[in-house]
């Protein structure tokens, strides 16, 4: 309770929460409304965030080979750019959108052509004015088709980009109406003439000015001067990142004092962090999934039957309990959870049924083992999760053979090129752009082999349509059709897990990771 | 007449057969970096990358010419001390590579400088008081230090030394303008944990070549002499089994060079061993060839240096008749 307790406090302190809901709230848990009350003035108090210091992070996913250019970012490397970059939009967190540098966004009746007015006198590092022109540098650098953007992929529906004194006006080819979503990508980053000039000198408009970039070892910043919003975020003087891609030293650096905030904290030490007095552990519930993916048009999983088979074959809530150890929800074998914005309520959830997956299986009239390929980065704990589908599916007669791949050329060699193996999403801000990312039959990402028509249909007129209940009813017919007929098999949603110091203030759960890579700029360190 | 000498003879043959290895092994280097499975554009942009990106990128970084085309481009390269770009960062391989050969240098250096004095003098403790109750307790630490895993040691050490005690960091992350004693500091523990995976392989080769030459006629004469048991190992017996205790500290000092990863890892140390395994994953071929050819050359060189010393401690090969 208490754990529950704490959260309402921060969420209300982080003005997420309105003063009614939290008292609401906290005496449901049973509390006293004294109590409450006090509560509510100590969390107050306790969120004035304190200025100065070094914040560090200890963070995986650091390699030798990384680049401050934005369109090359991954995973590190896109918490170093919430630092140091600025952005026309970021996530909320509760599926709404912050406006940063866009000021205000508009858009034509059909979603089509859409306006971003700028933020005036916001500088530059450089000490440069951001401008549309910069902004409008920006969209085309990353949407060229020549481009090497990691966020080329979602920009590809952009038809034109211009500036019009202080808004920038994007035409698309085809409506969206969840584009300002999209540009909250964090290879978003608005540079200064776009990044045409010098891509990887690590210049915007963020908190922090890059001081030191050691890739693979540590990137670091400075507060920025004139940074447009210092009442907000920055509150450090420095903040400095650390690669450490071991876990186990992730959680000794924590625990030695050496940073303040780790992520990716492994299911199996969570319990063992809690007990440590002077660390915390903070699960959040986002849309980031772990999958096993079929082909639908290769032979045995081109047969829906045996699609079905599998899907009811799996044992989801055992998945959750000894692979995620209760971090994480059930799937539906559709990738959206509640964590998405006009989820679908009600659709009947898939639970293990051995009788059910024998009775599809021989309709499918398959024979022989079906080979099922995985390896520990498809996600953590993916060969055990496979075997433990072995054996649920030995259950319903259907023979799995598990084989574990190596890691290094995973995503290269047997992801998207074999018929049936592991997998994981870390998730999109909105069903449209997951949809969109993967199951769309011209997906570039199209992982199932998933081509539905029907689906395509749904998805183009979803995407173009700007009254949210309409959407969500498309979006529902959608999330069915993929439950029923796709390739994919979602046993479960994985939470993301952080560990954090007691001398760390101002943490709320958010999106993703570290409040989605904002945690270094929006927290600050106690005494 | 010094070019003449049979000494000077045998060494220049040494280093040529080095040189010669050095080619070779630049070949089976490339052949084995280009059996790697999985692609190098597509490693680069990672998971997210789309298709045309992928494309786009190989089109850039010339993945399209022939192997042997390459190959011979890149020897070309080396030869004049160009050790390419990176296909990645797009930055001079040398850039980048040095500060962290330097710290593998570094970190090896003090390895070294810790461990081989160590080794040496445990074992030949280990020798005077041979079967004692002295010797079995050395000879027990170090075999029992070489039988865990070096991640082992390294969690024990971070677990007592940096997370109860809190006298050293867990994470050795060393940096360009570090103050030295801080720097020091950082490297306790990686050295504490190196030395105890070498210190066994050294103090027992030094141990069993002593052992070997106290066997010998004039050692009997030497303690008939009355010399103390000290002074015969230290001035009769270590002199001449000087070149197997040579032999191998090379090869663990060489080991200290490129067999470090795990260290590396479980210490966060910025090494040469974590910039190879990042390059590996990332098929950057360029810099895995540029490090595997560096490893090399360290290897080789560390045992040209042996041999060469071992002919020099041997007063047959040094006074010719």
Known sequence: ?527 | MLVNSPLVRLIAQRVGLGILLLFAVSGLIFAGTQILPGDVAQSILGQAATPEAVANLRRELGLNDPAIVRYFQWLGGVITGDLGTALTTRQEITVTLMPRLWNTLFLAFWAAVVSIPLAIMLGLLAVRYRNGPIDKAISGFALASISLPEFFIGYLLILFLAVKLQWFPSISTVYDGIPFVEKLKAIVLPVIALVLSVLAHMMRMTRAAILNVMQSAYIETAELKGLSALDIIRKHAFPNAIAPIINVVMLNMAYLVVGVVVVEVIFVYPGMGQYLVDHVVKRDVPVVQAVGLIFAAVYIGLNIVADVAAILANPRLRHPK
Request: some cysteine.
């Open chain 1, 1 to 527: 309770m208490s754990q529950e307790l704490d959260y309402l406090s921060r969420r209300f302190a982080a003005g997420r929460l309105s003063r009614r809901e939290f008292l609401g709230r906290a005496t449901a848990l049973g509390v006293s409304a004294t109590f409450a009350n006090s509560l509510l003035a100590g969390a107050a108090k306790a969120q004035t965030p304190k200025r100065g210091g070094i914040l560090k992070a200890g963070i995986v996913g650091g390699a030798a080979t990384d680049t401050l250019d934005p369109a090359k970012f991954i995973e590190l490397m896109s918490y170093f750019g919430k630092c140091w970059g600025e952005f026309l939009v970021a996530l909320t967190g509760d599926g709404g959108l912050e406006n940063r540098l866009a000021e205000e966004i508009g858009s034509s009746k059909d979603a089509k052509v859409w306006t971003f007015k700028i933020r005036q006198d916001v500088e530059f590092h450089n000490g440069k004015t951001v401008t549309a022109e910069d902004v409008v540098a920006t969209l085309e650098r990353h949407s060229n088709k020549e481009s090497q953007s990691g966020a080329l992929g979602i920009l590809a529906g952009i038809g034109s980009v211009k500036a019009d004194g202080r808004d920038v006006v994007v035409t698309l080819k085809e409506p969206n109406a969840e584009l300002p979503y999209l540009m909250a990508d964090y290879h978003l980053v608005i540079q200064p003439n776009g990044g045409k000039d010098n891509p990887a000198e690590g210049i915007s408009a963020g908190p922090y000015k890059v001081t030191v970039n050691e890739p693979g070892v540590r990137h670091g910043g400075e507060r920025f001067a004139n940074f447009w919003q210092s009442d907000k975020m920055g509150f450090a003087d420095q903040v400095e990142i650390v690669a450490i891609n071991d876990t186990t030293a992730r959680v000794s650096a924590l625990q030695g004092g050496q940073v303040h905030m780790i992520n990716k904290v492994e299911t199996k030490v969570v319990d063992l962090i809690q007990r440590v007095p002077n660390l915390k552990v903070e699960a959040l519930s986002g849309p980031g999934h772990y999958c096993f993916n079929m082909f639908c048009d290769t032979a045995p999983f081109d047969n829906a039957d045996l699609r079905m088979a599998l899907k009811l074959a799996v044992d989801r809530q055992e998945m959750v309990d000894k692979i995620l150890r209760g971090y994480g929800t059930v799937g539906n074998d559709f990738p959206i959870n509640a964590a998405y914005p006009l989820f679908p309520e009600g659709i009947e959830q898939r639970a293990f049924d051995p009788d059910k997956a024998k009775f599809h299986y021989q309709k499918s009239g398959h024979s022989g083992p079906i080979l099922l390929r995985a390896s520990e980065v498809a996600f953590a704990g993916a060969v055990d999760a496979a075997q433990l589908f072995q054996q649920s599916a030995a259950k319903a007669g259907i023979a799995i053979e598990v084989k574990r791949e190596p890691g290094d050329g995973y995503w290269s060699e047997v992801w998207n090129k074999q018929p049936f193996c592991a997998a994981n999403w870390r998730g999109r801000a909105t069903q449209g752009w997951m949809y969109s990312t993967t199951y769309l039959s011209t997906a570039p990402w199209n992982d199932t082999h998933f081509f539905n028509e029907r689906f395509d249909k749904l998805l183009i007129q979803a995407l173009g349509e700007l009254d949210q209940d309409k959407r969500e009813n498309l979006y529902r017919e959608m999330a069915v059709i993929v439950r029923d007929e796709g390739g994919t098999i979602v046993p479960m949603f994985n939470q993301f897990i952080d560990a954090i110091s007691d001398q760390l203030g101002g943490y709320v759960g958010r999106v993703d990771s570290l409040m989605n890579g904002y945690a270094l700029t929006q927290c600050w360190l106690e005494a």
